[in-house]
């Protein structure tokens, strides 16, 4: 099995402050084919289900504001809000999609 | 607007089965995979397995081969999860989810639309 490894597990950061979480996979998530790296960040708020932010590493979902960016290659990621607002106080999980099991790092809760 | 909405909260006792459905309205149904997955109280995000409808097998993770059951019904857009032989390891809340991305090898995929989900607790 893949395993996803996330730090850190929280983050306090100013308003309009930069947060930064990464997420490192035991495998290279790069698939050859498409030169895609196949993984995912969710953000998960208390009472809700997971919403998808990013996936492919670096491509945000429609509706995510732009605040929000991923990057990273192989096995090596981050996620960034350039911005933080108050809405963003969350969880936040990375996710390999490359092969099953599917499987998700740990999560970093992020508070302001 | 497409939505996935999950059965009710579930009690049950160590050893029974419960199933849950997620039914999703609104957009196509057939054509997306759904998975499930899980999340125990204060644990990570547990990948089941899921089904794309239009093609009918399930494929589980070899955590749940054996215990898990995963079914679509196409005339109601409906997606089943059984669980048997429960346990209190199995307690937690149950998420559909579909698939907007799939997996690069083998099944599952990135999760773009979650159902509300669904608790289940094993006493």
């Known amino acids: 099995d893949i395993v996803m490894t996330q730090s850190p597990d929280s983050l306090a950061v100013s308003l309009g402050e930069r947060a930064a979480i990464n997420c490192k996979s035991s495998q290279s998530l790069l698939f050859s084919s498409n030169n895609k790296n196949f993984l995912a960040w969710y953000q998960v708020k208390p009472g809700q289900p997971p919403k998808l932010l990013i996936y492919w590493a670096s491509t945000r979902e429609s509706g995510v504001p732009d605040r929000f960016s991923g990057s990273g290659s192989g096995t090596d990621f981050t996620l960034t809000i350039s911005s933080l607002q108050a809405e963003d106080v969350a969880l936040y999980f990375c996710q390999q999609f490359y092969s099953p099991p599917l499987t998700f790092g740990g999560g970093t809760k992020v508070e302001i | 607007q497409v939505q996935l909405v999950q059965s009710g909260a579930e009690v049950k006792k160590s050893g029974s089965s419960v199933k849950v459905s997620c039914k999703a309205s609104?957009?196509?149904?057939?054509?997306?995979?759904f998975n499930w997955v899980r999340q125990a109280p204060g644990q990570g995000l547990e990948w089941m397995g899921g089904i794309i409808p239009m093609f009918g097998s399930p494929n589980y993770a070899q955590k749940f081969q054996g215990r898990v059951t995963i079914t679509a019904d196409e005339s109601t857009s409906t997606i089943y999860m059984a669980l048997s032989s429960l346990r209190s390891e199995d307690t937690a809340l149950y998420y559909c989810a579909r698939i907007i991305v799939p997996a690069a090898r083998g099944e599952g995929g990135a999760f773009d639309l979650w159902g509300q989900g669904t608790m289940v607790t094993v006493s």
């Open positions: 609104g957009g196509t149904f057939s054509r997306h995979g």
